[in-house]
């Protein structure tokens, strides 16, 4: 049997605390009146538990209006929308106080329902504290304990009693709660938790809920009946055992939910409410739940309730239950309750002391002053955004660590906290006060709130609510947006430098130096064909005096491949000594580095199976995973349900890379795929089939999938070209692969004329020789402009078959 686990500093505060617009068609299992209604309102009601407030006023607390004038304390939740008043009622609790009594109930409802607001009353069916671990039966009924009709029988007696009293003095409640907290075995000899005896507890309950049905039907008034779970991961169990043991005859699920001891987050709660209420036919209110709007406290009494995602303030209370209510209504729920706003503290004692252990998570500051948290009863309140100063704390900013002093802020700019900084692969997270470790705010919060995240910045999944960067690491440039509810982040890159030499194809010539590219600040590269020779880089094209040399670089204390030497020449060049072939040549300022890494051409490969395109053959449809950086093999693929693996040879079957050889390498493989079970353990795809980018990376050992989003193409259409003057089957499509970089092998015909245009089947889009020559394009000598009112590009080289590429990045269009 399932169990709710609570953390509290000690078992005494764990008996104090768990004391503490659209309609389903209602089950019952007895036939009812059908004239007899419920005359309250059946919508999404926002209401508190005020069990307390009686109490607390003959305390002398104080509670202040929106003016910050004392006040009744009924009419201030009645003015800020709140619509129902949860009260709790103890059998006799006489041994330890003089409230939740029957005449302090009375007293409750009767104050509530002068201000308008409806009544849920709670039935604890204890003289204390009943919860999941404390389910004591009245003192006065311990004498058949035992006896489960007599025990039964006291119980309908007790509960029509009750209401019927109380609607003698018209304070019937609209909804009954039988029982608070019941997950366990209900009116046991003692506390402590116990395992249900379904074929006790069905009777007792069933026989509850016919007390509420003939009041009911006595006093032509639809009451209505509440079963109370503590937390939504129990309920989902709990009413299937209840329905399976028969009893079905009640109108509402109640739930409590306290992030802190519960598995589910706050943006998970719309799935277990929809589930609740769908599955069993039943209407679901959150009626128990809470936030610390401090972590501070105001008296002796320690607080019970600390943070989870959220900041321990106003606004983080605030937010808390904005996000909560709008999760219920997604889940097509009816309510939520606030448990205890008005337990301030006092100087008068609980059953446990002095003071109250929730003075931090009520609805009024520690001056008597309504929180933040009081306007979630206001249904026409609309947060509006006001961008703050925030600060970036972790492993993940190596500049600033877990060190208050090196804190990173991202301050306002146009409503956004935006700032460049330095990230690396670790955890991180954002806090809303300088200085204050609980203001602490991560993914969760963040997802919660329902912003979208950017993909490089993932879940830390611990306890702290981290983010983790999974990235290059390097500068970037990071901005929250809280009006839009987005964080980006995008790469700060370094400008380009450019490789000259005799061991560079280009030579010394600037006109056709190697350009080494950033992909992020800090880090350029190229992939560079090297033989024996001489080279050095150069950050001004056309600058000689720009160069960087060997020497240069080993005098900033910079670790240089050992397949590079310095020349010894004039100009203290490098010297590559390596064997001839392709690299990777990288130059790493963050790191202080120059590395080759690899000699290429990397081998690539192939996905076989009947989730990829080309299926159990080796064919032209058949994707190939290219190696372009040593240890990292990436293609973008149509992925549907099925199977696959991979193959390190093209058309040989007997290498192959399934799913368990990347588990038994110590490969972290993205949640999207599973063994498929079989002897030959392949890889299967379980995601939504579509478009991905799927990546393996040797290096980090982590198979990846991400959503890919196709690029525009372009399509060359003339008589130069295959397809000639129309649009069919042997047009030749330029995708774009990489941002504004389209290229594609393409048979041209000597004399012949095409242009491109970016929209298939459609003649208005056109780019020809004018287009790109007016845009400064540098386009290669084989073709020129058409002498004709088209300008089309001329094709006046050999015929045979190029690799044509339009680079939008730098301007130029060649062939190669």
């Known amino acids: 049997m399932k169990k709710t686990i609570y953390f509290l500093t000690s078992i005494l505060f764990l008996a104090l605390f768990f004391g503490c617009e659209e309609t389903y068609e209602v089950m019952n299992a007895e036939d009812f009146d059908i004239e007899v209604q419920n005359t309250f309102e059946q919508k999404f009601f926002v209401g508190s538990d005020l069990s307390y407030l009686n109490e607390m006023l003959d305390c002398g607390a104080s509670y202040n209006d929106l003016s910050g004038n004392s006040a009744n304390p009924y009419e201030i939740f009645q003015n800020a929308g709140n619509d129902l008043v949860r009260v709790r009622l103890w059998n006799d609790p006489s041994e330890w106080t003089s409230y939740s009594n029957i005449e302090d109930v009375e007293k ?30 009245p003192k006065a009924w311990l004498d058949v304990v035992d006896n489960t009709e007599e025990l039964a029988q006291r119980l309908y007696d007790y509960t029509y009693e009750t209401l019927d009293n109380l609607a003698a003095k018209d304070l019937l409640p609209e909804i009954v709660q039988l029982g608070n907290e019941i997950n366990g075995n209900i009116l046991n000899k003692e506390s402590g938790w116990f395992e249900i005896n379904w074929d006790r507890s069905a009777i007792l309950l069933n026989n509850a809920i016919q007390a509420v049905r003939d009041i009911s039907k006595k006093h032509e008034a639809r009451v209505q009946v509440m079963l109370h779970i503590a937390q939504p991961e129990n309920a989902l169990w709990w009413f299937e055992q209840a329905r399976e043991n028969g009893v079905v005859n009640y109108d509402w699920i109640g739930i409590s939910y306290y992030p802190t001891w519960s598995e589910y987050k706050v943006s998970d709660l719309s799935d277990a409410i929809a589930a609740l209420g769908s599955d ?20 002796a009494a320690n607080n019970i309730l600390g943070k989870t995602v959220y900041p321990a303030s106003q606004q983080g209370q605030l937010d808390f239950l904005l996000d909560l209510k709008q999760e219920i209504k997604e889940g097509n729920g009816f309510g939520l309750v606030y448990w205890e706003p008005a337990w301030v503290s006092t100087g008068c004692s609980t059953l446990f002391g002095e003071g109250s252990h929730w003075d931090n998570a009520t609805l009024f500051d520690n001056s008597g002053n309504p929180t933040l948290g009081m306007n979630i009863f ?53 806090f809303t006060t300088d200085g204050d470790w609980t203001s602490g705010v991560g993914y969760q919060y963040f997802i919660n709130r329902g912003y979208s995240i950017d993909s490089k910045l993932k879940d830390a999944n611990d306890n702290d609510d981290n983010f983790v960067f999974e990235g290059t690491p390097g500068l970037y440039s990071l901005e929250i947006d809280g009006e839009t509810k987005s964080i980006v982040v995008e790469p700060v890159v370094s400008e380009s430098y450019y490789a000259l030499g005799d061991a560079l194809p280009g030579g010394w010539s600037f006109d056709d130096a190697t350009l080494m590219e950033s992909p992020i600040f800090g880090i350029r590269r190229a992939t560079v064909n090297l033989s024996p020779g001489t080279f050095r880089f150069f950050t001004i094209k056309d600058d000689w005096a720009s160069g960087l040399n060997y020497a240069y670089y080993d005098d900033q204390g910079y670790t240089i491949d050992s397949n590079l030497e310095n020349a010894g020449d004039g100009d203290q060049n490098f010297r590559f000594v390596g064997t001839i072939g392709e690299y990777i040549l990288e130059i790493n300022d963050n790191a202080k580095t120059i590395t080759l890494l690899g000699s290429g051409p990397f081998p690539s490969v192939w996905a076989v199976g009947d989730a990829v395109p080309g299926g159990w053959d080796f064919n032209d449809n058949t994707i190939e995973f290219t190696q372009t950086f040593s240890g990292i093999w990436t293609a973008n693929l149509e992925l549907n349900t099925g199977i696959f693996r991979f193959f390190q040879e093209f058309g040989t079957w007997d290498t192959n890379n399934n799913y368990s050889y990347y588990i038994n390498e110590g490969f972290d493989i993205d949640a999207n795929f599973e063994n498929d079970g079989s002897s030959d353990e392949n890889f299967r795809f379980i995601g939504t089939p579509g478009t991905y980018t799927l990546t393996i990376n040797a290096n980090s050992k982590r198979i990846t999938l991400e959503e890919y989003e196709t690029l525009p193409s372009l399509w060359a259409v003339g008589d130069a070209v295959p397809g000639g003057w129309g649009f069919n089957n042997d047009t030749v499509e330029f995708p774009q692969l990489t941002e504004n970089v389209w290229t594609a092998e393409i048979s041209l015909n000597n004399g012949g004329i095409f242009r491109f245009f970016q929209i298939f089947n459609t003649w208005d889009t056109n780019n020809n020789y004018a287009f790109y020559a007016g845009e400064g394009y540098a386009i290669d000598s084989n073709f020129t402009e058409q002498d004709s009112a088209d300008k089309n590009f001329l094709f006046t080289g050999t015929s045979g078959s190029y690799v044509l590429t339009i680079n939008g990045n730098d301007k130029t269009i060649t062939l190669e």
């Not at 492993?395 to 330095?422: R, T, Y």
């Open 280 to 299: 069993f036919n039943k209407k679901v209110m959150v009626v128990e739940t809470a936030y610390p709007f401090t972590l501070e406290n105001a008296d």
């Open 378 to 430: 206001n249904d026409n309140y609309v947060p509006e955004y006001n961008c703050q100063s925030i600060w970036a704390l972790g492993d993940g900013v190596p500049e600033a660590l877990w060190d208050w002093d090196n804190a990173i802020e991202l301050s306002c700019n146009e409503n956004k906290n935006v700032i460049e900084l330095n990230l690396a692969e670790n955890k991180f997270r954002f």
């Open 108 to 137: 409750t409802i009767s104050n509530s329902k002068e201000q308008g607001m409806d009544i849920l009353l709670d039935f604890h069916f204890s003289d204390t504290w009943a919860d999941p671990g404390n389910q004591v039966a």
